[in-house]
């Protein structure tokens, strides 16, 4: 079955630290890989997407993820972390065969303390 | 640039009341999708539509349906709510590059 894990259900890091949120998926061939915020109240908001190429995808508000094929992760990261930055992460997956559903992790909170 | 609007954004239903939540977006895209948010599990598809006049069963579709008349709107229908369906309901639409855009949520409580 395909899916999408998020192994850690909250992340706490001090402003300015790098952060990192994980994601690893199990869906067969190059599936499409992307990482979506929600702050309170809101729905998500797109934030970046891995297709192909470089395995270091940067993408809005100074995130950027890395795409590990071997170990099938996509771990989310930013060098300073700020206190605007807590919020809800999702990780999510879309097979290349077809393309039309995508599939969420269960989603990572971030808390950045100041 | 509204994007995906959902209405309503709050609702209170009683067992066995049936309601339609409407979503519109205003991007031209084919792809539409209604998943519910649940602490702890993430978006669930309810259903989706790769276009006008077609909809088609996701992850968890049992009690909702759906119908998509018109290329910019997207209906999720309850028949008969139940507690199980107290939630918040995202609509998404997909564009070309994949890439979902969200509306804000309807957030529906069934006592």
């Known amino acids: 079955a395909q899916s999408v894990a998020q192994p850690e259900d909250q992340v706490n890091v001090a402003e300015g630290n790098p952060l990192t949120v994980k994601c690893t998926y199990s869906v067969s061939g190059n599936p499409y890989l992307f990482w979506y915020v929600q702050y309170p109240n809101r729905g998500l908001q797109f934030l970046l997407k891995y297709i192909t190429g470089d395995n270091l995808v940067k993408g809005s508000y100074g995130f950027e993820a890395e795409f590990n094929k071997s170990q099938t992760s996509f771990h989310l990261k930013k060098p300073s972390a700020l206190v605007s930055d807590s919020a809800l992460y999702f990780c999510a997956v879309s097979p290349n065969t077809g393309g039309f559903k995508t599939i969420f992790g269960a989603g990572t909170r971030l808390f950045v303390k100041a | 640039n509204a994007g995906v609007t959902q209405t309503p954004k709050f609702r209170v239903l009683k067992t066995g009341q049936s309601m339609t939540l409407l979503c519109a977006q205003d991007m031209n895209h084919e792809y539409m999708y209604w998943y519910r948010q649940d602490p702890g599990m993430g978006l669930r598809l309810i259903h989706y539509?790769?276009?006008?006049?077609?909809?088609a069963k996701g992850e968890v579709p049992d009690g909702y349906n759906v119908s998509r008349l018109k290329k910019q709107n997207f209906l999720l229908g309850l028949e008969s709510a139940a507690p199980s369906q107290t939630s918040v309901y995202f609509c998404?639409?997909?564009?070309?590059?994949?890439?979902?855009?969200f509306g804000a949520g309807s957030r529906l409580t069934v006592l």
């Open positions: 539509s790769v276009g006008e006049g077609t909809t």
């Open positions: 998404a639409s997909k564009s070309g590059a994949n890439v979902l855009t």
